[in-house]
């Protein structure tokens, strides 16, 4: 038995899908491992299993009936706060969509809806199903407000057809909660992660920017969240929910991140700066909208503010700071003049040239270089994947200091 699970308390959402059947198998496996689980049902998933059975098997009576107080005794805000995690497993194409769309009818939607837990999510449906652009979209939503989704297995579904549908391997659902609940090591500290793109306008209605998203500034955040980190954002625009971290400011241009940063500078104790911040603004900015006319509209642009040199300049002993570079030649040689002209700690410089590499994908092709020299190859890996790395890499510099 790993530590991960011991006396946690995990809520474990069944809703009405062939596979709740299997969310028996989940329930014994986590409480093996040491964690409290307290099942809350849809009523159709009381179709598939019965309630009986995951009191059996938790010693713990089931959550069904939002109104019923007297005879559970606990309401769905108990629930939803007085926990370490909340897994829905399986989680029908029917609830996705409901809690995507902030619907609350019945007890389990309600307890999510109220929580501030972390959120793991187990899809299991027909493969049309999932592919349905309705449910993707509503899958993404989720992902963009901070629930963890466990992708489903491809394979032949209860339906018949082959595809992509069924419940991922109970060991995968395990491994991913642990990792969610898993020890707090950074919880000393204090951290700025800068995400998204910033924009340079010409008139009101103008600007230059760049396709950055803030899926990276998003990993890095859940990930140092989940080591215990206070983490706090100063991000340009962005696709992601970033509410949900210790303090979120949202800037439009360098100037603005910069001033930003400088407020708190001397607090955070790492520096993470996956935000894309333009090099270029336009020398003049006009506060009326320039009328369309006919022939070329020339506009001067001056080289912008340089945020990640001012933090360089200004860093402090101990403090840790990170910078990108997205790179589409000679990645290596440029990331390792850059750490030295920016005097960063860290550097993750990515290939952009690289298929499924860069802006708006899940995944970057990375490499990640210390002030030492010490080159990490880490490939195409997702951004998650990369924030853990990074997380790891930074635990180490700790030990080592
Ligand atoms: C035999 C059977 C199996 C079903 N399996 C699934 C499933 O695996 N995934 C799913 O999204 N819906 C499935 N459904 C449909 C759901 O039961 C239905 O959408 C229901 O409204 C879900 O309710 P809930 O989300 O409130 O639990 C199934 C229905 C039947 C009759």
Redesign the pocket.
Known sequence: MSEELKDKTIILG??????AYKACELSRMMMKEGAEVKVVM????K??VSPLTFQYLTGNKVADDMYDLEESGISHIELADENDLIVIC???????S?YANGIAD?L?LNVLLASKSQIVLC????VN?YENTLIQNNLNKLVKNGVHVVDPDSGE???GWIGK?R?ANLDTIVETIKKKVQNKSLEKENILITAGATREYMDPVRFISNPSTGIVGYCMAEEFQSKGAKVNIIAGYNEVNFEKFDSYKKITTAEEMKNEISKNFNKYTVVIKAAAVGDYRFSRRVNKKIKKTDGVLKMELEENIDVLKYIGENKKENQIVVGFAAETEKIVENAKKKIISKNLDLIIANDISKKNSGFGENSNFSFLIDSSGNIDELGLISKSELARTLATKIEQMRQNS
């Open positions: 069944v809703t009405g899908g062939i596979s849809t009523e159709n998933a179709k598939f399986p989680a029908t194409a029917n609830f996705i409901k019945n389990l899809p299991a449906m027909n199903m579904l209860a339906c549908g419940l």
